[in-house]
């Protein structure tokens, strides 16, 4: 079974349950950057679109704040929340803000952010979700992640947080609000499905692989920019390859090639209600 089957087979008796509550379902994607699951989440797109189920694509990356809100806190809090990623980085009220929309069967503009020019694109440049939308799906690299103990946040985890954040404000602010208003987005999620990369080693490689094109096109970041960048993600990106295997929905686990080796679904529980959804994701 490859991933694209993983899904669709969850996908299934998720509508049909949403159906007979009168409400759309949310299908989370989650995994490692280079994983594969903007290309999955596409694909399942697609499909639905064929299936005539009304269906819309988000990414918590088109949520990111523009770079002037980041500015301002890099001022306030910390100078490296400039660069986009991590929780605290994204407009999480704005996503609520969606999916309350679309439960309501709204047709509803959805952002898009532009990576080369680093802010969101014109609101005109947005892809608009049908109304009576039956089928949200959210992919994103920390989708689903829950944030770490205080204790597991003393010791840096690699050298940008030993050299640039040797106090822990920006890792302590990062997982405040992971433990916040990302957990009431999270709990908009009836399943979640997680692409799990051996490790974070491969993870490196992959992002390097994603880079090459643009780097030969001369706008991608040269190997010490790049390998800066990966360590902004490193933290969470470790804690989920720990932590979201025994929590994920359909866990489809991955080899260093992003060939599929094992898949493994989780006994289904029924979908909390949204007006239950007040409590931080599973």
Not at 210 to 220: D, I, M, S, T
Request: proline letters at 6%; glycine letters at 6%.
């Amino acid at each position: 079974m490859d991933s694209l089957q993983a899904c669709a087979a969850l996908i299934a008796p998720m509508l049909a349950q949403a159906k007979a509550r009168g409400r759309m379902a949310v299908l989370g994607i989650a995994g490692a950057q280079g994983s594969g699951k903007s290309t999955l989440a596409r694909a399942l797109k697609q499909r639905m679109d064929e299936a005539g189920v009304a269906s819309a694509l988000l990414s918590i990356d088109d949520l990111y704040l523009r770079p002037a809100a980041r500015e301002a806190l890099a001022q306030a809090v910390h100078p490296l929340l400039r660069t986009r990623g991590v929780p605290g980085t994204h407009d999480v009220a704005l996503g609520l803000d969606l999916i309350a929309a679309l439960e309501r069967g709204d047709a509803v503009p959805l952002p898009r952010f532009n990576k080369g020019a680093d802010d969101r694109l014109p609101a005109d440049q947005w892809e608009r979700a049908p109304a009576g939308t039956r089928l949200l799906l959210l992919e994103g690299w920390c989708v689903g992640a829950r944030p770490q103990p205080e204790e597991a946040l003393a010791a840096p985890v690699n050298a940008l947080e030993r050299q640039e954040d040797a106090d822990g404000r920006w890792r302590r602010f990062v997982n405040a609000a992971l433990a916040g208003s990302y957990q009431a987005l999270f709990a908009r999620i009836d399943r979640i499905a997680f692409l799990a990369a051996p490790d974070f080693d491969v993870v490196a490689r992959w992002r390097g692989e994603q880079e090459a094109p643009l780097r030969a096109a001369g706008r991608g970041m040269d190997e010490a920019a790049l390998a800066r960048f990966i360590q902004h993600y490193e933290r969470i990106t470790r804690h989920m390859l720990a932590d979201m295997p025994a929590r994920a929905d359909m866990l489809i686990q991955l080899d260093a090639e992003r060939q599929v080796v094992a898949v493994r679904e989780r006994a289904a529980t029924s979908p909390v209600p949204p007006h239950d959804r007040d409590h931080p994701a599973r």
